[in-house]
């Protein structure tokens, strides 16, 4: 079974986007294969299923992921760590890294605090800020995991770029 969409633009008379997936029926079901391996769905369930690809693929939407900050290493770390974790408010945390990554005499804990302060500007909506944060910890120690995190932040740098110009933003 394959589903296929086609969009046409009243204006320009033409194709505007194609939607296709295939899809393999099973014993009265059919079997879709994706992320989650296999899974048997009826014929309305695959409709379902095409609109929500479709939905994700041109429409704003949120997906979860997972970051790693520097919760410990000096006393200082683990402190803003602590009250992150305890408050869950990261406009506080930013600060306090902020200032760390200024003040301390120390350029391991200063590298660490400009990490996490990529990371608390991305978790605050700025992922622009968050690579200004990010080429200043690199300055510091070039690291893989600066690298790693650089190519995300451009990833979501183009995201809020196209939300925001599809939004009129």
Same mark, same amino acid.
């Given at each position: ?9 009243? =204006?320009?008379? $033409?194709?505007?986007? &194609?939607?296709?997936?295939? =899809?393999?029926?099973?014993? /009265?079901?059919?079997?879709? /294969? ?5 899974? #048997? ?12 690809? !479709?939905? &994700? ?11 790693? =900050?520097?919760?410990?290493? &000096? ?8 009250? %992150?974790? =305890?408050?869950? *408010? ?7 890294? #902020? ?15 400009? !990490?996490?302060?990529? %990371?608390?500007?991305?978790?605050? /909506?700025?992922?622009?800020?968050? #690579? *200004?944060?990010? %080429?200043?910890?690199? $300055?510091?120690?070039?690291? $893989?995991?600066?690298? #790693?995190?650089?190519?995300?932040? *451009?990833?979501?740098? %183009?995201? !809020? ?6 939004? /009129?933003?």
């Amino acid at each position: 079974l394959t589903v296929s969409w086609n969009f046409y633009s009243g =204006y320009a008379l $033409k194709t505007i986007d &194609t939607y296709q997936n295939n =899809y393999q029926r099973v014993f /009265g079901g059919a079997e879709v /294969g994706g992320p989650k391996g296999k899974e #048997k769905y009826s014929f309305f369930d695959i409709a379902r299923t095409a609109a929500e690809d !479709y939905f &994700t693929r041109i429409a704003p939407h949120w997906e979860n992921d997972h970051r790693l =900050y520097y919760s410990s290493g &000096t006393e200082a770390l683990s402190r803003i760590s602590y009250e %992150l974790n =305890y408050s869950g *408010d990261w406009d506080v945390a930013a600060e306090s890294w #902020k200032n760390l990554a200024y003040q301390s005499k120390f350029a391991k804990e200063r590298y660490m605090a400009s !990490y996490n302060m990529a %990371l608390a500007s991305e978790m605050i /909506g700025k992922p622009k800020i968050a #690579k *200004d944060w990010l %080429l200043k910890a690199q $300055k510091i120690s070039p690291t $893989k995991e600066v690298e #790693k995190y650089m190519v995300i932040i *451009d990833r979501q740098i %183009l995201i !809020y770029d196209v939300v925001s110009s599809q939004l /009129g933003l």
